[in-house]
């Protein structure tokens, strides 16, 4: 079994900064890729950043330039950073982690940290 667990969301003034968390556990091995995705009240969940296990890193374009992607190999951690956060940040954001398992790989999720950014 894999499991996801995420940390780091709360309540953040417009301008401020969060870092989330996602340590993964059980049967981690082959990881293709680890990312962050979000999901708003009635919009669809979204991707915001990737990393690949070779440390290439991207961004949907709403967040580049203000949201870094890092990952700890040795602790199964990805990290998200976030500045300058708005208010169209405000969503719940969900941890994913792609394992590859030949010939096809297999999507795992958090169970999601909400982040509001509000004065």
Excluded: H
């Excluded at 499991?3 to 003034?13: A, D």
């Amino acid at each position: 079994q894999v499991q996801l667990v995420e940390s780091g969301g709360g309540l953040v003034q417009p301008g401020g900064s969060l870092r989330l968390s996602c340590v993964a556990s059980g049967s981690i091995f082959d990881i293709n890729a680890m990312g962050w995705y979000r999901q708003a009240p009635g919009k669809q969940r979204e991707l915001v950043a990737v990393i690949t296990r070779r440390g290439s890193a991207s961004y949907a374009d709403s967040v580049k330039g203000r949201f870094t992607i890092s990952r700890d190999n040795a602790k199964n951690t990805v990290y998200l950073q976030m500045s300058n956060l708005n208010a169209w940040d405000t969503a719940v954001y969900y941890c994913n982690l792609n394992l590859a398992r030949p010939p096809s790989s297999v999507i795992y999720w958090g169970q999601g940290t909400q982040v509001t950014v509000s004065s």
